[in-house]
């Protein structure tokens, strides 16, 4: 009986942990069937206008609980979340860039979207980059979200290396460690430490709730992450030929570097440098590749932002967005 009533008391606390939350974005939610056994969450917010559909990478849709609402105002938003990630199915293969861009595609003509604007980040770039190559008829414009990547451009100089980890100075050799007593902890972790603040509800679909109500194991698989990788391709600029709108997030100058991270050694102060370069260098190569591709393509750089650019410049990327969805009416 006393075992009994552990296991009751555990499953109740499980319950009273993870259980009562729900996610408040205003969304509507469904899912679609892209091929046999394989089905995609995709949300939807609602909003006048023309469609817009939000890609993410190792995110799922939820990454912009907070984003799209600030975009109904002048599109019909939606998301969808890639196989392999948080309520979408997980099936063994599919991977490729182009899986995902037919992915994606199914998911519009069963929305019955017609032109709209896709919006994608990080892994999101390129089911762009595909679609608006492969099937320049059925988009009405991209929106890159530090997403425009070329993985065959390579370093600018073989000859300089980045620097190891090593060289840099304590604050990035030792970052502090994450704070995963609860959702809420690790969210404010991610504040105080990188200058963004994830939907909670993003983080409950990337990670279990253990039963007291911590953080969990990270549930995307690394089969799923590998093969994600290995389906890479670089983007056929010159065959795009919708309008195209890239922000990029450039780091903070290394002036500001030098105080955030305060190097104590000579050294350490030039691996700061030469990180700082090479960053600045592969943004460089990466914007002009996209220029040289597509004719009359916006490009915007934000400073000091981070990766998931519409988490840390919110304001920025919002009014990039709705003047790219002007000139588009």
Same mark, same amino acid.
């Not at 595609?105 to 608006?132: C, M, N, R, T, Y």
């Not at 953080?215 to 093969?227: I, P």
């Given at each position: 009986?006393? $075992?009994?009533?552990l296991v009751?008391?555990?499953?109740t606390?499980?319950?009273?942990a =993870?259980?009562?939350w729900h996610?408040?974005?205003?969304?509507?939610?469904? +899912?679609?069937?892209? @091929?046999d056994g394989? !089905?995609?969450?995709?949300?939807?917010?609602?909003g006048?206008?023309?469609?817009v559909?939000?890609?993410?990478?190792y %995110?799922?849709?939820?990454?912009?609980?907070?984003?799209? &609402?600030?975009?109904?105002? %002048?599109?019909h938003?939606?998301?969808? #979340?890639?196989r392999?990630?948080g309520?979408?199915s997980?099936?063994?293969?599919?991977? #490729?860039?182009?899986?995902s861009?037919?992915?994606?595609l199914?998911?519009l003509?069963?929305l019955?979207l017609?032109?709209?604007?896709?919006a994608?980040?990080s892994?999101?770039?390129?089911?762009?980059?595909?679609?608006g190559?492969m099937h /320049?008829? @059925?988009v009405?414009?991209l929106v890159?979200?530090?997403s425009?990547?070329d993985i %065959?451009?390579g /370093?600018?100089?073989k000859?300089?290396k980045e620097p190891?980890?090593?060289?840099?100075?304590?604050?990035i050799r030792?970052?502090?460690?994450?704070d995963?007593t609860s959702? @809420?902890?690790?969210?404010?972790w991610w !504040? $105080?430490n990188?200058?963004i603040?994830f939907?909670?509800?993003?983080? !409950?679909?990337?990670?279990? =709730?253990? &039963?007291?109500g911590?953080?969990?194991?990270?549930l995307?698989s690394?089969?799923?992450?590998?093969?994600?990788?290995a389906?890479?391709a670089?983007?056929?600029?010159?065959r795009?030929?919708?309008?195209?709108?890239?922000?990029?997030?450039?780091?903070?100058?290394?002036?500001?570097?030098m105080k955030r991270y305060k190097p104590?050694?000579?050294?350490?102060?030039?691996a700061l440098g030469?990180?700082y370069g090479?960053?600045?260098?592969w943004?460089? *190569?990466?914007?002009?590749?996209?220029? !040289?591709g597509?004719?009359?393509? *916006?490009?915007v750089?934000?400073a000091?932002a981070?990766?998931?650019?519409?988490?840390?410049?919110?304001?920025d990327?919002l *009014?990039?967005?709705h003047? +790219?969805?002007?000139?588009?009416r």
């Amino acid at each position: 009986m006393l $075992a009994l009533l552990l296991v009751v008391s555990a499953a109740t606390m499980h319950g009273q942990a =993870c259980a009562p939350w729900h996610d408040p974005s205003a969304h509507k939610v469904q +899912f679609v069937t892209v @091929r046999d056994g394989v !089905r995609l969450e995709v949300l939807d917010w609602g909003g006048s206008g023309r469609p817009v559909v939000l890609l993410a990478g190792y %995110s799922t849709a939820h990454v912009y609980d907070e984003l799209a &609402p600030k975009l109904t105002d %002048s599109a019909h938003v939606y998301g969808i #979340t890639r196989r392999g990630l948080g309520n979408s199915s997980k099936p063994p293969g599919g991977y #490729t860039a182009q899986d995902s861009a037919e992915d994606v595609l199914q998911v519009l003509d069963a929305l019955k979207l017609e032109k709209p604007i896709l919006a994608g980040h990080s892994f999101g770039g390129q089911d762009l980059s595909v679609i608006g190559a492969m099937h /320049p008829d @059925r988009v009405g414009g991209l929106v890159y979200l530090d997403s425009a990547e070329d993985i %065959s451009l390579g /370093p600018v100089n073989k000859s300089v290396k980045e620097p190891e980890q090593s060289q840099l100075p304590q604050a990035i050799r030792n970052p502090p460690q994450p704070d995963k007593t609860s959702f @809420r902890a690790y969210r404010e972790w991610w !504040r $105080a430490n990188h200058g963004i603040i994830f939907p909670e509800a993003e983080l !409950r679909q990337s990670y279990a =709730c253990n &039963p007291d109500g911590s953080v969990g194991q990270y549930l995307v698989s690394q089969e799923v992450r590998d093969a994600m990788f290995a389906g890479l391709a670089s983007p056929d600029y010159a065959r795009v030929r919708a309008p195209v709108l890239a922000l990029f997030a450039l780091p903070a100058s290394l002036e500001d570097q030098m105080k955030r991270y305060k190097p104590q050694t000579p050294s350490e102060g030039a691996a700061l440098g030469l990180r700082y370069g090479l960053q600045l260098a592969w943004v460089a *190569r990466n914007e002009d590749a996209l220029k !040289r591709g597509v004719s009359g393509v *916006r490009i915007v750089e934000l400073a000091d932002a981070n990766h998931y650019i519409f988490l840390s410049n919110e304001a920025d990327v919002l *009014r990039e967005m709705h003047a +790219f969805l002007a000139e588009l009416r």
